[in-house]
């Protein structure tokens, strides 16, 4: 069963950048990832993704320009590069093993296994 372990959240002003890194196990080969999050009150929301072989992205339009997500298989890690932030982006961030499509962001509900999830703020 692949297992996912997200890491790099914290707390960072309006402007700031973080990393974040989702670390999978046993492997990460064959399994294209997504970025989700979830603000309080919120539902989980589609954020980004990247297809096993990273020649497929996509992000949400609210982090388009902003957020990068790249993978190194022979780390099995992908992440989450994240710049210009801003007290929106103040969330929950999870990544999942499941399909990633260049058209549109995929359901939470299509995926199969996630990480326990970091926190990400953004405030003055």
């Known amino acids: 069963q692949l297992q996912l372990v997200e890491s790099g959240g914290g707390l960072v002003q309006p402007g700031g950048s973080l990393r974040l890194s989702c670390v999978a196990s046993p492997t990460l080969d064959y399994y294209a990832i997504g970025w989700f999050r979830q603000a309080p009150g919120k539902e989980r929301e589609g954020v980004s993704c990247i297809s096993h072989s990273s020649s497929d992205t996509n992000y949400a339009d609210s982090v388009k320009g902003r957020f990068t997500i790249s993978r190194d298989n022979a780390k099995n890690t992908v992440y989450l590069q994240m710049d210009s932030l801003k007290p929106e982006d103040t969330a929950i961030y999870y990544c999942?093993?499941?399909?990633?499509?260049?058209?549109?962001?995929?359901?939470?509900?299509?995926?199969?296994?996630w990480g326990q999830g970091t926190q990400v703020t953004v405030s003055s």
């Open positions: 999942a093993a499941g399909p990633c499509s260049t058209v549109k962001l995929i359901s939470p509900s299509r995926y199969d296994y």
